[in-house]
């Protein structure tokens, strides 16, 4: 998206704003020229190759839905605006979407940021669909905010029964992000993985803006666990195992869906041989979409994306407002947040091109089967799959 697409989306706005207090109401669906939504991700800070990544993959699902005739013939319209995956930004963010560019829904990501902006949503009663952050208490955030993306307490869940169960670990030590992608999830896999039998050892956790792990990681060491579950975020992770390895500290790590990138292997090098990842997102034998989308990211990117289930969901986020829209649209309904709010409730369930069957539940959540991925050779290869 041009540096010239957000202030063009403003006057949009406006425009769009005056016609709607002229006339007393909101426009109804089948009458505007466009059909918007927002997205609101990091393009720049520390997340933003892995934000980046995410919205290309949106975009082309913008482009593909428009190049086969849009909804009903109209053109939906994906009004990107910057997070930072920093809270307060995020929450400009969401203000300028929806009282300038007016939006009836939004989609953004990273869990302190999707928590930031839930009251927002809820005070303008705009449908917010977090998809990416995985926190378990999104779950709980409000009547209008709902996930599109399982949260902690199915992949957490699913590799901390592994470990234990499957390849009989018995002391595992966890290290941890403090903020909200990691707090949760930490305590969440020591309940999981205590319940089932096991001990954790050494419970560790590190500063977001932390560049040396080393304090955290030598009580690791001292612990001398059997494996280590790390929950961080897609910048530090390779950071805190490669540290790790130089400390000569050896064992298997397990960690969630952020580990799935390129980024890992570049920078852990022989260090993220044997990791273990999940992935919330059908692979290329489970969904025959999957292996044309990721030839596309090699012709246009020489690789395959970073946080691949991820970007998975997110080239599937335009495909589920569509459904949206063409809900409002079949029953002449006003695009408001309200009406978004009770599309998706009418319709719960969509079958998206690279996730499948999404079913909405009552407690705002979505599930899916768990795929366990590891390290190779240098290579993420299947592992196994956790209903």
Do not use: C
């Not at 803006?209 to 975020?233: C, Q, S, W």
């Not at 009770?342 to 599930?367: M, Q, S, W």
Request: aromatic share 8%.
């Amino acid at each position: 998206m041009s540096h010239t697409a957000p202030r063009r989306a403003w006057l949009r706005g406006l425009a769009f704003a005056a016609a709607a207090a002229a006339f007393g109401t909101a426009a109804p669906a089948a009458a505007q020229q466009t059909l918007k939504f927002g997205l609101a991700m990091p393009l720049t800070g520390s997340q933003s190759s892995y934000g980046k990544d995410q919205v290309k993959a949106a975009e082309w699902a913008v482009a593909d839905i428009n190049a086969k005739g849009g909804v009903n013939g109209k053109k939906l319209e994906m009004i990107l605006l910057d997070t930072q995956a920093d809270p307060t930004v995020g929450i400009s963010a969401v203000n300028r979407l929806i009282n300038v560019d007016k939006v009836p829904v939004f989609v953004t990501a990273w869990s302190a940021v999707v928590k930031a902006v839930a009251p927002i949503a809820n005070r303008e009663k705009v449908l917010e669909l977090s998809i990416g952050a995985n926190a378990p208490e999104i779950s709980k955030l409000g009547d209008y905010v709902y996930t599109a993306f399982p949260l902690a307490d199915v992949d957490v869940t699913a590799v901390a029964d592994y470990t234990f169960k499957t390849l009989g670990k018995k002391r595992v030590a966890i290290m941890y992000i403090n903020n909200d992608t990691g707090v949760e999830a930490a305590r969440l896999y020591r309940t999981v993985f205590e319940k089932a039998g096991g001990q954790i050892v050494a419970f560790e956790a590190y500063d977001p803006k932390a560049t040396d792990y080393t304090g955290a990681l030598l009580k690791v060491r001292a612990a001398n666990p059997e494996m280590i579950h790390l929950h961080g975020l897609v910048a530090d992770m390779p950071l805190v195992i490669a540290q790790m390895r130089q400390l000569g500290i050896g064992q298997r790590v397990t960690t969630y869906a952020a580990g799935y990138n390129p980024q890992m292997v570049e920078k852990a090098g022989k260090g993220a041989e044997g990791l273990i990842v999940t992935s919330l997102a059908p692979n290329e034998k489970q969904n025959p979409n999957v292996g044309p989308y990721l030839e596309r990211w090699k012709k246009a990117e020489n690789r395959i994306p970073n946080g691949l289930p991820y970007t998975q969901y997110l080239h599937d986020a335009p495909y589920l407002v569509a459904a949206l829209y063409s809900h409002l649209e079949k029953n002449k309904l006003p695009a408001s947040g309200e009406n978004m709010r009770k599309a998706l409730l009418a319709v719960r369930t969509f079958d998206l091109p690279l996730t499948g069957k999404l079913t909405f539940n009552e407690d705002h959540t979505v599930r899916k089967p768990v795929n366990l991925v590891t390290v190779d050779n240098g290579q993420f290869v299947p592992l196994a799959t956790v209903e």
